[in-house]
């Protein structure tokens, strides 16, 4: 099957929604019957930077793909093994999502218990004092009113 | 909710239709309102469980607090003083507060500066200051879809710092083509520093800005554990400007000299950011009190205590202490003019999704459709949940016809009753001791505060050898007891000075009837029985979940009662207290610990040290004296101490009261008292807190933990999701689905 490709490159994360990509070429391609949708075998001429393209959009099939290294053939082919990148090709649908976020690397609920968070085994330790000034026993004196004497009766004869 | 219209009385109507009620400052005087009292609520249309709106600190992962007003001056700032909320508990969350929206109306543009409402002073001479209650009214009858504000984001650009630029954009614009715009105050050169609504009023399609009045949504702060609304403020303390209105991002400080909070303008122009470090630098002393936006509440500081040292920690802010514009003076490396406050879109747009009122991002969309026939994507309303909250998130375009405000003809069509339910029991904010003003002291015998001087003239007379001496004492005795000793009912050590806690008069000792000829203060009653043995204010470490249980532990000592471990989940961000009330016939005592002003722990003790008097250590030979000289008398006096106890009407309980005291004494064992005074007489706690070892890449490669919700777009960087719903993804196969979701369930960058 002939169709349409653009051909990329890019130097982000698989991961990425959105990926910063470099065209290299707009051209016609082969594509290797049978095709599985999700991990087509596109075949395009051989051209000088076609090592650098990792990444592919076909039109056809409205999907972007990761591709590996081209596999050169006689008779100036390149071949690429791809396969789809399902967070590129529906970047729209997924951006307008609305989903819990659980993590984030922004946003931080900072009162939610994180088992991530990466703890050393030791603890620190703080000491705070409650200042008074009534506990005076090391600074009394001998006429100081320490003592509470009891006595019965207080009546004297 | 229905319009309690007693209070909310419609005194006036507007040429756009706008029913309004009376300023509030007329309904104070009139007493429909009442400081400190809650007000009536049956305004509010609805209720935002969160503060969305902006947060202090310096870097994205700070944590966002409201500015609440606390530690007020008192002064003569009478309205700070009427609106004093010093005490409130908090539960340690900085935004504990409710936000209960309702509408006010503005039309008083006479001063030409509408709504300059900035002040809190109660001597404002100012021309063109005005009290936000000299200016606002209730609205009282308003069409709810016709109102629909604009949004507007204004943004520094400090490329070049000699000639910064501001610029105002729409939230979409903001959104869209500046989508790391919110990570500002330390790097790039663009900062979102302020965000501004504007009302517009009517029908789709010939809706027109309300230029010669203005619709606040305005909200009060209600705190749960005092059953107190504190007062009506706008989206926050800000200000309007040629009918624009500001959120918040500003501090704040509270000058004496001219009794009024100010708002030092950090980001208005461009010097400004150094206004507040002037103006506080040129009258550098302590009557200006800085009140600044920190994590668990503004704290009042002085300004001489600022310095490096307090604020900066290795080159980085001290998480300990307050952070504030002051701190660009001294990290060489910031510019003055960059903002301290954290904003982001997505904090805008949950806010105004929190007011529950129809709103748009973008100026283009002002004519749309509401209600039911709503299409517009940028037309936002925020989601009221079954109870009537708003929690940040909204519908958009043909969504929001499912807004339940989509049927509301006027605002008090809202149907939820935020009266505040009565079932809370009588919420009180503070729990008192008792003062009891009878005492078990001095009544059936005599108490007398004595020295270490005087009771050793007091013992050289007791054991003297002399035999009148013994007599006296015995003949004395004959109707009290078996046992001259038995005139002794106690001797106690404590470790303070006794002689606050009593009246006393001076008087002879006396035993039974015997007049011991040595002068000592004869307790005459009790002042207090209470000990302040201090307090401190437990401040968090970490700002976040590891300042709590079970991350951080603490315990505190309390001198002679020992320890007790506490949470500090009930502690952080409180006040401390420890009271001792002491029982000064037994010698026990009860450690008091407070938080706020709420008593949550009790422990008892022994404070008083029992000194035996029955022991023959040092005066054997005349306690033998004395003891062999009553034996013959000790059957029939035991009979008649018998009969003695069991006599109803006759003192009997006091005179239990007094035995049981020594034998309780003698049963604690005087080692163990003893010892306690050679321990710490301080009460202190121990603190235990973990100890992180976070990575740089940690966010970037683990993230935080969010727990929110929103549309993945408007988030970025490392994300995780939980239990996707990838069912509206169209043309995606059912391999593609389960692969999405597993990616988005297992992180990527969004």
């Known amino acids: 099957m002939q169709t349409q490709v653009s051909l990329y490159t890019t130097s982000d994360d698989k991961l990425c929604r959105i990926k910063n990509l470099t065209l290299i070429q707009e051209t016609q391609c082969i594509i290797t019957m049978p095709c599985n949708i999700l991990g087509p075998i596109v075949k395009i001429k051989y051209f000088p930077e076609v090592s650098s393209v990792n990444y592919i959009y076909i039109p056809e099939f409205k999907r972007f793909y990761f591709s590996k290294a081209p596999t050169l053939q006689a008779g100036s082919t390149a071949i690429f093994d791809c396969s789809v990148d399902v967070l590129g090709s529906y970047a729209n649908y997924i951006g307008a999502m609305d989903v819990t976020i659980d993590r984030n690397e922004y946003f931080q609920n900072k009162y939610i218990a994180d088992s991530l968070i990466p703890l050393n085994t030791y603890n620190t330790y703080e000491v705070i004092r409650l200042d008074n000034t009534i506990m005076t026993l090391n600074t009394a004196t001998a006429d100081g009113k320490y003592y509470l004497l009891s006595t019965m009766g207080g009546r004297t004869v | ?750």
């Not at chain 2, 000299?257 to 506080?280: D, E, K, V």
């Not at chain 2, 005459?524 to 470490?541: C, P």
């Open chain 2, 1 to 750: 909710m229905t319009l309690n219209e007693e209070v909310y009385n419609t005194v006036g109507t507007d040429a756009s239709g706008i029913g309004y009620g009376s300023y509030l400052q007329t309904m104070l005087t009139d007493g429909k309102l009442k400081y400190n009292t809650p007000w009536d609520v049956s305004n509010i249309y609805v209720r935002n469980k969160g503060c969305f709106l902006l947060g202090s600190g310096f870097e994205n992962n700070r944590p966002i607090s409201i500015l609440k007003f606390t530690n007020f001056e008192d002064g003569n700032n009478t309205r700070a003083k009427t609106l004093d909320i010093t005490s409130i508990d908090d539960s340690a969350i900085p935004y504990v507060s409710i936000r209960l929206m309702r509408l006010a109306y503005n039309a008083d543009f006479s001063s030409g500066l509408p709504a300059q409402g900035v002040t809190w002073g109660n001597n404002v001479s100012t021309t063109g200051y005005r009290e936000y209650w000299d200016i606002w009214r209730p609205v009282t009858n308003i069409n709810f879809n016709n109102l629909v504000y604009t949004v507007y984001c204004q943004v520094l650009d400090n490329t070049d710092t000699d000639n910064p630029v501001y610029y105002t954009y729409s939230l979409d614009y903001v959104k869209n083509n500046l989508p790391n715009l919110y990570r500002f105050g330390f790097d790039g050169n663009q900062y979102l520093v302020n965000f501004s609504i504007r009302a517009f009023y009517g029908n789709a399609g010939e809706r027109e800005r309300l230029t010669s009045s203005y619709i606040f949504p305005v909200c009060e702060l209600y705190f749960p554990s005092q059953n107190m609304l504190v007062y009506w403020k706008p989206l926050s303390q800000s200000y309007t400007q040629n009918d624009q209105y500001f959120g918040e991002t500003r501090s704040f400080y509270y000058n004496t000299s001219q009794q009024r909070f100010y708002y030092p303008s950090i980001t208005q122009n461009p010097y400004s950011g150094r206004l507040f470090r002037y103006t506080m630098h040129s009258n550098a002393n302590n009557a200006n009190q800085a009140f600044i936006s920190t994590y668990p509440y503004p704290q009042s500081i002085d300004w001489n205590s600022l310095s490096e040292q307090n604020y900066i920690v290795n080159g980085l802010p001290n998480n300990n202490k307050p952070n504030f514009g002051i701190f660009m003076d001294y990290y060489p490396t910031l510019n003055t003019n960059r903002p301290i406050y954290y904003m982001s879109g997505i904090l805008i747009e949950q806010t105004m999704n929190g007011l529950g009122v129809w709103w748009v991002d973008t100026e283009d969309s002002i004519q749309s459709e509401t209600g039911k026939n709503c299409t517009d994507p940028h037309m936002h309303i925020g989601i009221i949940d079954e109870e009537g909250f708003t929690n940040g998130s909204g519908f958009s375009g043909s969504e929001a016809q499912n807004a339940i405000q989509s049927n509301w003809e006027n605002y008090t069509d809202s149907p939820f009753d935020y009266t505040i339910p009565d079932n809370f029991g009588n919420l009180v904010s503070d729990i008192s001791l008792n003062s009891p003003n009878i005492s078990p002291l001095n009544t059936f015998n005599s108490n007398y505060l004595i020295s270490a001087n005087t009771l050793n003239q007091f013992a050289s007379w007791l054991w003297n050898p002399d035999g009148t001496v013994f007599d006296d004492i015995v003949n004395g005795l004959k109707l009290f007891g078996q046992n001259p000793i038995e005139a002794l009912t106690s001797l106690k050590l404590f470790p303070f000075d006794l002689t606050p806690f009593f009246s006393t008069t001076s008087s002879n000792i006396t035993m039974g009837r015997t007049n011991s000829g040595i002068n000592a203060d004869l307790v005459t009653g009790t002042k207090t029985a209470v000990i302040d043995m201090g307090s401190v204010l437990f401040n968090a470490k970490y700002n976040n979940f590891l300042d709590y249980s079970p991350y951080t532990k603490c315990m505190l000592y309390l001198p002679y009662c020992g320890t007790v471990d506490i949470s500090p989940t009930d502690v952080v961000g409180k006040t401390v207290s420890v009271k001792y009330i002491i029982d000064f016939v037994t010698g026990g005592c009860t450690a008091v610990v407070y938080f706020d002003n709420i008593p949550y722990v009790y422990k008892t003790g022994i404070i008083g040290f029992n000194i035996p008097v029955t022991s023959t250590d040092s005066a054997a030979l005349t306690s033998s004296v004395i003891s062999g000289t009553l034996n013959a008398v000790n059957s029939g006096v035991n009979v008649f101490s018998g009969n003695l106890r069991e006599i109803p009407n006759f003192g009997g309980s006091l005179y239990q009261l007094s035995t049981s005291a020594k034998q309780t004494f003698q049963q604690s064992g005087a080692s163990t008292g003893y010892s306690s005074q050679y321990q710490p007489q301080n009460a202190y706690f121990i603190v235990s807190r973990p100890s992180t070892n976070i990575p740089k890449t940690f966010p970037h490669t683990f993230g935080y933990s969010a727990n929110t919700s929103g549309r993945i777009r408007d988030f970025s960087g490392f994300t995780i999701c939980k239990n996707v719903d990838t069912s509206g993804i169209p043309d995606a196969t059912a391999e593609e689905r389960e692969e999405i979701k597993r990616i988005l369930e297992s992180g990527f960058y969004a």
